[in-house]
């Protein structure tokens, strides 16, 4: 089946900006997700858009929203060594959540 | 805020042998799913349960089966495991079409 694709890895240095891309599958999902998982922990779901929605923005997190490319991106501000995970796009397609394999994003000093 | 509560965090098994996981999902949220990740690997979707009734099955073994509870808990029976089971299992429930993860229990089978 189609795939909810993203980049493995990333390296930001700490203060810039990060930007994990994603390209989902179902035009018809409803809301589109990101989820934070550190080491040895669960999902954390960090933020989410309605499919209706081309950007929202929560604290240091923008979530930008393009439907017609199937394209959805998070940005974070100002990188923290606590941003340090991994960071699934994950959207909405039969009443399940389907996760891409997740950008691992690494800082450096 | 109550989130989603599994147990135990982690568990230890030899092949062959069974597992239960448990899960109690964010009080007044409908459905359940269970998800399976393996080492280095995204979340497989296993099954779902919506009012107490399964209402999606994924890739899911005919090993593994599942229940929801009518206090809407919800357990996660594994038979004859084997070494490809080690995994950590995550339970999740959604309110608003938000999927909300327990912590997970980090099963090794030796």
């Known amino acids: 089946g189609e795939d909810v694709e993203q980049s493995l890895f990333l390296s930001v240095r700490e203060g810039d900006s990060s930007v994990i891309n994603c390209t989902y599958t179902?035009?018809?999902?409803?809301?589109l997700y990101w989820y934070k998982q550190e080491p040895g922990a669960g999902l954390q779901l960090l933020t989410y858009?309605?499919?209706?929605?081309d950007m929202k923005q929560d604290q240091r997190l923008t979530v930008l929203l393009n439907k017609k490319d199937k394209h959805l991106s998070l940005r974070i501000a100002d990188t923290q060594t606590g941003d340090s995970a991994i960071y699934f796009c994950?959207?909405?397609?039969?009443?399940?959540?389907?996760f891409g394999k997740g950008t691992r994003l690494h800082i450096l000093p | 805020a109550a989130g989603v509560i599994q147990s135990p965090r982690h568990l230890i098994k030899e092949k062959r042998e069974t597992a239960t996981l448990k899960c109690y999902p964010i009080?007044?949220?409908?459905?359940v799913y269970w998800y399976q990740q393996g080492p280095g690997q995204d979340p497989q979707f296993l099954i779902s349960?919506?009012?107490?009734?399964?209402?999606d099955k994924g890739s899911i073994p005919d090993r593994f089966s599942a229940q929801q509870f009518s206090d809407y808990h919800s357990e996660l029976n594994m038979s004859s495991l084997e070494l490809g089971d080690s995994a950590l299992y995550f339970c999740?429930?959604?309110?608003?079409?938000?999927?909300?993860f327990g912590s997970g229990t980090q099963l090794s089978v030796l």
């Open positions: 179902d035009s018809s999902s409803t809301y």
């Open positions: 858009i309605f499919s209706n929605m």
């Open positions: 999740a429930s959604s309110g608003n079409e938000k999927l909300f």
């Open positions: 994950a959207e909405n397609r039969d009443d399940k959540i389907i």
């Open positions: 349960f919506y009012e107490k009734m399964q209402s």
């Open positions: 009080p007044r949220h409908d459905t």
